[in-house]
């Protein structure tokens, strides 16, 4: 995108655009930065598991899932994964306290089913965000949920860190998502029996998310029981 065109789409957008500061940085990891915003919110209509964005740099938009947006508060926690390689990475890894930049949205579709009792998470390193949102609702409603994170050898203690209860497989491999569709091959039927009733949420890596439904699929699950957010795939410029 030129530079020009990033200047456009902040002008046409303008009232979706909200001035925020950094208040509060902390590294869950050194590859995982958790920064608070706060704002002017008290207009935004925000739905859980929508996203918001930054301009990057001259030429670049990227999209996160808040973990917590509280709008009466005006405040916005966002986890940034730090590859090190894209323009988002290493705009979350300037950012500090006392920053000031401008924050579009929120925009997209809620992913979350109330009504279902059971809720299954599937993902990776960039689907911290969206699960953190997602428990807190599911334990306000006294719901249920399980999950799998597909992460790379440096990052097996984070569910404790953050709280989630979730299973962690490696993606250290030559086919780094094959250990995902061990894992759910692997679950005993009368869990199937249950589960397949819930709503899974699949999200992160675009080639996972098509394995991991795949044998979804397979199990019973309904097709209109999982909901899919793609937000990276291999070989194409993302985080």
């Known amino acids: 995108m ?17 001035d925020v500061i950094v208040t509060e940085v902390d ?3 050194p590859n995982l930065k958790k920064i608070t915003f ?4 008290t207009d935004v209509s925000f739905r859980l598991t929508q996203a918001v964005a930054f301009r990057v740099d001259d030429v670049h938009y990227r999209n996160y899932t808040p973990a917590f947006f509280d709008g009466d508060q005006g405040l916005c926690t966002i986890y940034f994964y730090l590859h090190g390689n894209g ?7 300037r950012l500090q306290i006392g ?7 929120p925009r997209g579709k809620s992913l979350y089913e109330p009504e279902s009792k059971y ?9 911290i965000g969206v699960f953190n949102s997602l428990r807190e609702i599911i334990h306000t409603r006294q719901q249920e ?4 994170l597909a992460f790379n050898e440096e990052l097996p203690a984070l569910p404790d860190k953050l709280d989630l209860m979730l299973d962690v497989v490696s993606t250290d491999s030559a086919e780094p998502y094959d250990n995902s569709v061990l894992y759910l091959d692997g679950l005993q039927g009368k869990l199937w029996d249950v589960w397949r ?4 949420y699949l999200t992160g890596n675009a080639n996972a998310i098509k394995k991991v439904r795949k044998v979804l699929l397979t199990k019973g699950v309904a097709p209109d029981k999982i909901r899919a957010q793609a937000y990276w795939v291999e070989g194409k410029q993302g985080l």
């Open 2 to 18: 030129p530079k020009w065109i990033g200047n456009a789409v902040e002008t046409v957008f303008k009232r979706f655009i909200h």
């Open 27 to 29: 590294y869950i990891h």
């Open 38 to 41: 706060h704002g002017d919110f």
């Open 87 to 93: 323009p988002g990475s290493r705009f979350a890894s």
């Open 99 to 105: 920053d000031k930049l401008k924050m579009i949205g």
């Open 119 to 127: 809720h299954f998470f599937y993902g990776d390193e960039t689907s």
């Open 145 to 148: 949920y399980l999950g799998l």
């Open 197 to 200: 009733k819930g709503t899974f």
